[in-house]
T-cell receptor, first 116, second 113 residues
Framework: NAGVTQTPKFQVLKTGQSMTLQCAQDMNHNSMYWYRQDPGMGLRLIYYSASEGTTDKGEVPNGYNVSRLNKREFSLRLESAAPSQTSVYFC???????????????FGDGTRLSIL | AQSVSQHNHHVILSEAASLELGCNYSYGGTVNLFWYVQYPGQHLQLLLKYFSGDPLVKGIKGFEAEFIKSKFSFNLRKPSVQWSDTAEYFCAVTTDSWGKLQFGAGTQVVVTP
């Protein structure tokens, strides 16, 4: 019962370094999401993928890129890390239904990323 | 722009006390509503959800929430909390078919023995 698996769990980067956060789900879900969690701000959507082969920007996409490698995997890349990207990153997946029948999202354990 | 507001950032209460957390959203159309809980050091877990039907929904661990459409609210309640309910609670809303969640800022709940 792995659910949503994120790697790594912790990472420290220097400003300007690049990094890819990995996410995989084994629930055969269509939709996948990347969020960042900052104190006092809840979770904010960075990018999402409604289905394999498609990706779209969320609320805070600047400084990030994503790849939906296949149905299982959805990676988040920081090309040139900045201190403002210090955060906890969560990946989530959901079995998308039709309008008004979205299924709840299942979250991974998160990646705690610090940019020095 | 759509938004989700949680009224309290921090709540401290004693075991056996009742809990009510407020959540309001700003969107005039059809919404799907969720409450998630995040225990210390863990990922978010779904407490309950509302899509349609009975506006009073029951979730896990004795939690319930009431959707009041006229007030754009979805408040979370638990009649008697336990120490293990210490966690951060997030209200979230989706308004489109892509399932994108809009989260509130969260409420940190501390239950003292």
């Amino acid at each position: 019962n792995a659910g949503v698996t994120q790697t790594p769990k912790f990472q420290v980067l220097k400003t300007g370094q690049s990094m890819t956060l990995q996410c995989a789900q084994d629930m055969n879900h269509n939709s996948m999401y990347w969020y960042r969690q900052d104190p006092g701000m809840g979770l904010r959507l960075i990018y999402y993928s409604a289905s394999e082969g498609t990706t779209d920007k969320g609320e805070v996409p600047n400084g990030y890129n994503v790849s939906r490698l296949n149905k299982r995997e959805f990676s988040l890349r920081l090309e040139s890390a900045a201190p403002s990207q210090t955060s906890v990153y969560f990946c989530a997946s959901a079995q998308k239904g039709g309008r008004n029948s979205n299924q709840p999202q299942h979250f991974g354990d998160g990646t705690r990323l610090s940019i020095l | 722009a759509q938004s989700v507001s949680q009224h309290n950032h921090h709540v401290i209460l004693s075991e056996a006390a009742s809990l009510e957390l407020g959540c309001n959203y700003s969107y005039g159309g059809t919404v799907n509503l969720f409450w998630y809980v995040q225990y210390p050091g863990q990922h978010l877990q779904l407490l309950l959800k509302y899509f349609s039907g009975d506006p009073l929904v029951k979730g896990i661990k004795g939690f319930e929430a009431e959707f009041i459409k006229s007030k754009f609210s979805f408040n979370l309640r638990k009649p008697s909390v336990q120490w293990s309910d210490t966690a951060e609670y997030f209200c979230a809303v989706t308004t489109d078919s892509w399932g994108k969640l809009q989260f509130g800022a969260g409420t940190q709940v501390v239950v003292t023995p």
